[in-house]
């Protein structure tokens, strides 16, 4: 287990959804683990002026919720005791003052200082420069790292703004930006899997890999958040960040070491190496939709232009692209990339589809492998046996191996990524120049969606992927891969 320095977490937006539904629940979590500082100290930090105690009552208010109120009295009592809570109002000239006065008293605030923004991405650039202005990014004495939450800019722009703004004041070992999805353990898994098998480092070229599939499809709907969703899409809120990023970590070379800079740098290495889609073909190789009215299990609900209550929105809730990566290894194999909300079944995977094999069989069917993220963890092998009997036939069967075994630890995303911010280990975290790198390639693409507002597909909820997506494919054979059972020998 790496040592902790002892450290004060501030996190701003405490009253917020994330910090009620995994921060706060996450660092208690961490806290019975055993996995926190000794004498860590958390600095809720909001805009109301909540007492103290009203606000650790809050807290377990937030840990009841989470936990069924089963939880153990004694971590309670000490998780509580490392609670505290600052009122920073918006209008108060001198709160960043009073709060840099408040955590200078290091015997209640241990000075290794992390502060993390579940703020507007909006305040992201004035809340650093206001730290700053008070001294608490200067790392003469201590440590300071800022956490900035998705979105990391909404265009190239944007992003580059942003960064150039933050950096007025602190050094990328500082900077700590998330995407929620490098901290899921099956994420990790997908270097690991790679790395840690030699048998697959041979296959893993264009010499044997047909096509990769990355996919994440959601049975909800984009919920309350349709102001935020129709000023985002798919394309930004899902692809930008998390599927590019199960893009690099299923297509890097393997790193020199396990390190955060190695990894960083090959993941970086790959995603440069990404063929700009190419816009006078962008219907060949994008395809958008959004959902309509329809059932989601076996429930009857809205399309998203009536949950919008704006008929005239033509934002993609579905968005499926075709990338090519220009290194020897991946020459001509088509990445395809998609995400929808409200298809007829949640799954995140990674599907890879071999070559065919030069014998040609009645029923034969291809290899694939299937690294699964959610909801299950694990990995298939799908490969051709003959069926037993007289006749000279194959099916394919599975080779399934679960990633997460009975008595393994479940761990939240979160838990993972606070402990990291703590450990001074960025390896699940993006450097700027991931950042730029994905927003390079998308940001084409999402403004030539956006000038197009011819009427855009689209889909009952509940329902597959449309028909019309398979215009990105290659060749007629390819289907998208669906979700799969595990247990069954069948696809
Ligand atoms: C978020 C997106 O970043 O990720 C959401 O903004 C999406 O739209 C969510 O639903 C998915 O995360 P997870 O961990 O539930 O797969």
Request: glycine share 4%; net charge neutral; with cysteine.
């Amino acid at each position: 287990m790496t040592k902790i320095d002892d450290c004060t977490l501030v996190l701003f937006g405490a009253s917020g959804n994330l910090s009620r539904i995994k921060l706060i629940p996450g660092l208690f979590r961490l806290d019975s683990l055993g996995r926190l500082p000794e004498k860590i100290k958390i600095l809720s930090v909001g805009r109301s002026d909540v007492k103290e105690s009203a606000w650790r009552d809050d807290i377990k208010s937030m840990l009841d919720i989470k936990f069924k109120k089963n939880y153990d009295a004694k971590v309670f009592d000490r998780f509580i005791a490392r609670n505290f809570y600052h009122a920073n109002p918006p209008d108060d000239e001198n709160a960043f003052k009073r709060l840099s006065e408040r955590l200078s008293d290091a015997s209640t605030f241990p000075q290794n200082l992390a502060f993390f923004l579940s703020v507007r991405p909006s305040d992201f650039a004035s809340i650093v420069d206001l730290l700053a202005g008070v001294g608490l990014t200067d790392e003469s004495k201590a440590w300071r790292r800022v956490v900035i939450e998705k979105p990391f800019g909404t265009n190239l722009e944007t992003a580059q703004a942003l960064q150039k703004s933050i950096t007025k004041h602190l050094k990328e070992t500082q900077i700590y930006r998330i995407d929620h999805y490098l901290g899921k353990s099956a994420l990790q898994n997908i270097l690991l899997t790679r790395f840690a098998n030699h048998i697959f480092d041979p296959l893993w070229t264009h010499e044997h890999i047909d096509h990769i599939q990355i996919t994440n499809n959601e049975t909800l709907g984009v919920g309350e958040r349709t102001k935020f969703y129709d000023a985002t899409g798919a394309l930004r809120d899902m692809i930008q960040s998390h599927l590019m990023q199960m893009l690099a970590l299923t297509t890097m070379e393997i790193p020199v070491t396990l390190s955060p800079e190695h990894i960083r740098a090959e993941k970086i290495k790959v995603l440069e190496s990404i063929t700009p889609i190419p816009l006078d073909e962008l219907r060949k190789h994008t395809f958008k939709a959004q959902y309509g009215r329809g059932k989601v299990n076996g429930e009857e609900v809205k399309g998203y232009l009536e949950e919008l209550e704006n008929p005239a929105s033509v934002v993609e809730t579905y968005a499926a692209l075709k990338f090519y990566i220009n290194t020897p290894r991946w020459k001509g194999v088509p990445i395809f990339v998609r995400t929808a909300k409200r298809l007829h079944a949640s799954d995140t995977a990674i599907a890879i589809k071999f070559k065919k094999s030069p014998l040609s069989l009645p029923d034969q069917a291809d290899n694939w492998l299937v690294i699964s993220i959610q909801p299950k963890e694990f990995t298939r092998f799908e490969i051709q046996t003959k069926i037993p009997g007289l006749d000279t036939k194959v099916r394919t069967v599975a080779m399934d191996a679960p990633n997460r075994i009975t008595g393994d630890e479940s761990v939240d995303a979160y838990e993972s990524l606070l402990l990291n911010l703590m450990q001074g280990d960025q390896s699940l975290y993006l450097h700027i120049n991931e950042v730029e790198a994905s927003w390079r390639l998308l940001d084409p693409v999402i403004k030539a969606w956006n000038e197009d507002k011819s009427p855009v597909f689209t889909y009952p909820a509940g329902s597959a992927d449309p028909a019309e997506s398979k215009i990105i494919f290659d060749k007629p054979e390819q289907f998208w891969r669906q979700s799969i059972e595990i247990g069954e020998n069948k696809l």
